[in-house]
Structure formats: C-alpha cells, structure tokens
C-alpha cells in the first residue's frame, strides 16, 4: 500500500460525481438522525460490540460503497468531504482499519496533525503490524512537536518494515530520513 493512499489495494475505485454529491447530501440531510442513532446504538456497543453498521442492518456493500465514495474524494483531493464519509464510516464500523486510517490521512492533509495522531493511534491499536500506520503516526506526532514519542514510533514502523519488507519497503527510506531529522533537531537526552 502507497502511505499517500488510503485503499488498501492502491486501486482506483473513482464515483460519478453526482453519486458522491448524492451520497454527501444524504449524510448532511440526517446528522441529527445518526446522533440519535449512535446513543441509541451505545449500549449494545458497550455489552456486546455491535457496531452502529450492524444495528442498522447495513450490508457490507452499502459500507463499500461509502469506502469508495470517499476514497475518491480523496484521490480528488476533497479533503475535507473525504474526512466526513471517513468519519462517517468510523462511527458506523470503529473496527474497519481503513476507516480510521483514511480518516487520518484526510486530517493530515488538512493539517490537523493533533486529529491525524488520535485517528493513526486508533487505527495502530486495531493493527499494531501495519508499518504504515506507525509511519503516519510518527509523523503526526513530529508534527505536534510530541519527538520523543515520533522516535518511539518511527523505530517500531522501521522494525514492521523490516519484518514485511515486500509490503513496506517503500516506506524505509522516509522512516529512516525522519527518524535522523528529528534526531538532528532535538538530540536525546
């Protein structure tokens, strides 16, 4: 997976625009709808882990559909339309990686790097292998100024690239390269 791009694959998975316009619409139009929904919903996902998705009976396609929706918004550099079907899918499902992840990617383009860092750790804590989230992570830390934990987390992105170098490989060089700028601007102690 390319760091800069949120779908897993890598793919191109463009919409018609009148289908993303169409879809955001709809998201705008029930905002108060999905609030009710979520406290509604947070029982069940406190006793058993039922997601906002599964009490709602949406299918896997309809989560997808979404997905692409804002991933292609994304790949139009919509940032701000693509954070809003992210976080829309995050509240539907927190436990799709993708979601969070891409939500991530979207708050760091829009430099929120505070946001970016809450959406990576949340996205590393679901899967702690992804060298790519540990990059993302490292770097919105570095941006918040928080450097000794970026090190932390840039050395164990290097240690995940290292251990699944055909998936990552692309990503050692600017580890490496962050990792000896911050150590260039604020020596450890």
Known sequence: MDASNPHPNG??????QSAQAAL?????????ALFEDLMRTAPRFKEDGTTLAEAKGMTGEELESWYETGY???????????????????????FDIRFTFAAGMCFQQLDDALA?????????????ERADIAYRLGEALA??????????????????????VDRFHHLQTPTEELLLALAAASPAA
Not at 24 to 32: G, H, I, P, S
């Open 24 to 32: 955001l619409a709809q998201m705008e139009d029930n905002a108060e």
């Open 143 to 164: 941006d918040i100024g928080q450097t000794p934990q970026a090190r932390s987390v840039l050395t164990m992105a290097l240690e995940l690239i290292r251990d699944n």
């Open 116 to 128: 970016a860092t809450v959406a990576y750790a949340q996205a590393l804590m679901l899967d702690s």
């Open 11 to 16: 793919a191109d998975f463009p919409l018609p």
């Open 72 to 94: 292609g918004l994304f790949q139009e550099e919509a940032w701000r339309d693509a954070l809003t079907v992210f976080t829309y899918l995050t509240a539907h499902d927190p």
